[in-house]
């Protein structure tokens, strides 16, 4: 499995469970850190674990471990799949780390065909 069929799981995944404002952002050109990001918003603290633990599921019946999972107590969980990185933010922490100003020079995709596919 490639890391965009990875990323797509993960937005469909949020997108089941009514995550909002979810993009796909592809940094492999610009950074090492992974091939892409898939940010998602969710409005309260219980639907942030609710979104990350979907995702983890979708990803694992895929057969896809994480690789580390940050935050879980927090309003921002990061699961860390090596070539994609999900963050999964309650609606504050999002707008105020605003990771998509951060990686503006990334390839942000159009989730509305991810999200088709």
């Known amino acids: 499995m490639n890391s965009l069929d990875i990323a797509k ?6 997108d089941s469970k009514k995550g909002q404002d979810i993009q796909v952002i592809g940094i492999r050109d610009i950074s090492v850190l ?26 694992g019946e895929a057969g896809e471990e994480p690789h580390h999972i940050e935050g879980r107590q927090s309003g921002w969980i990061c699961l860390d799949f090596s070539t994609v ?15 998509e100003h951060l990686w503006e020079d990334g390839d942000i995709l159009d989730t509305e065909k991810l999200l088709e596919d």
């Open 9 to 14: 799981i993960a937005a469909k995944a949020a």
């Open 34 to 59: 992974a091939d892409y990001f898939v940010l998602v918003t969710g409005d309260s603290s219980t639907q942030v674990k609710a979104l990350a633990d979907e995702i983890e599921y979708k990803l």
């Open 85 to 99: 990185v999900v963050h999964v933010f309650y609606k504050e922490q999002r707008q105020y780390f605003n990771l």
